[in-house]
């Protein structure tokens, strides 16, 4: 199953979404899903891949696409993606987590 596939999944199972109503181009607006529904479902992506997403990639959890594509960059090298991060201006602890950023 890809990273998409999983995504999907998770975010249907999560929100009690009818199967095939989340598609890589919806948008969290269209699927009616807050940001306290965005917390349980960085958690359930968690879990599913046995990780720990920084905040930078939550704070910008606003499409499937965009978490999908942030998940792929982060899985592949997180090395890479906290580099992108600190290149943008964004300010990373050594454990990963953003500095100032939303707890």
């Known amino acids: 199953m890809t990273i998409e596939e999983r995504v999907i999944n ?5 929100q009690h979404l009818e199967p095939g109503k989340a ?4 948008t ?5 899903i807050d940001s ?7 958690f359930a992506l ?3 891949f046995n990780i720990s997403i920084p905040d930078s990639i939550a704070r910008q959890m606003k499409s499937i696409r965009q978490v ?7 899985i592949e090298n997180p090395d ?6 600190l ?17």
């Open 10 to 14: 998770v975010i249907t199972r999560e």
């Open 23 to 26: 598609t890589i181009d919806s």
């Open 28 to 32: 969290f607006t269209e699927l009616g």
């Open 36 to 42: 306290l529904d965005g917390v349980n479902i960085m």
């Open 46 to 48: 968690e879990e599913e």
């Open 68 to 74: 999908v594509d942030d998940l792929t960059r982060y």
């Open 80 to 85: 890479a993606f906290k580099s992108q991060l």
């Open 87 to 103: 290149s943008t201006n964004v300010a990373v602890e050594e454990s990963g987590t953003p500095v100032g950023g939303v707890q």
